[in-house]
């Protein structure tokens, strides 16, 4: 379904996966960027602005290595007017997910298109969750089954299977939780030429 070759700058499975889905044609090439010395570098700005700005770093730094178009995306997570990285621990992962229980928390999605070290495209995606007060030995339960997979998300959870369960409400867009916002993405791409229209 493509006109021209694209880039996913993401060493993301989920983000790979929502692609494929869609049936778009891609490869795959991390971005060799340091996230923790960007999110320091970049720390007084807004958290919209900071989502972007390192989803553009990603599609830049991979375009500036390749001629084809270069998909980048971050999320950052915030809550109680704290920014989250991911968990390094089960047992952090856990005390963040009891912190959250019963409350809301946001998920801010940035996307960007590359092509020879210029963004050509973004987009911001901005999801508000409510987490369902849920007990103790639901806690327990969840993470024993859910395992260690849950780091690889910033919000401890895969909302697109058993994480699920943590919700009572979101005001969001499914595929931006997940961390690419694809409905905006695949209108970027037609945009520029990689989709047929």
């Not at 993301?12 to 490869?27: H, W």
């Not at 005390?95 to 298109?113: D, N, Q, S, T």
């Not at 905006?184 to 047929?196: E, H, S, T, Y």
Request: net charge negative; glycine share 10%; with cysteine.
């Amino acid at each position: 379904m493509n006109n021209t070759s694209v880039i996913l700058a993401s060493g993301s499975a989920i983000r790979a996966q929502i692609l494929t889905a869609a049936g778009v044609e891609f490869r795959i090439e991390r971005p060799q960027v340091d996230e923790d010395v960007l999110k320091r570098r970049h720390d007084a700005l807004a958290d919209g602005a900071l989502a972007l700005k390192l989803a553009e770093e990603k599609a830049a730094e991979v375009s500036r290595r390749h001629a084809e178009l270069c998909l980048g995306a971050d999320q950052i997570l915030t809550f109680e007017g704290r920014r989250y990285d991911k968990a390094g621990t089960m047992a952090e992962a856990r005390g963040r997910l009891r912190a959250m229980r019963g409350k809301p928390h946001e998920l801010i999605c940035g996307a960007a298109l590359a092509k020879d070290g210029d963004i050509v495209w973004t987009h911001l995606a901005r999801s508000h969750i409510q987490m369902r007060d849920y007990s103790e030995e639901f806690l327990d339960a969840y993470l024993a089954e859910a395992g260690e997979g849950i780091l690889k998300s910033v919000a401890c959870y895969q909302f697109e299977g058993l994480g699920a369960q943590l919700f009572e409400s979101a005001d969001a867009d499914y595929y931006s939780v997940l961390g690419l916002p694809l409905l905006p993405v695949l209108d970027g791409l037609r945009g520029q030429g990689a989709l047929k229209t």
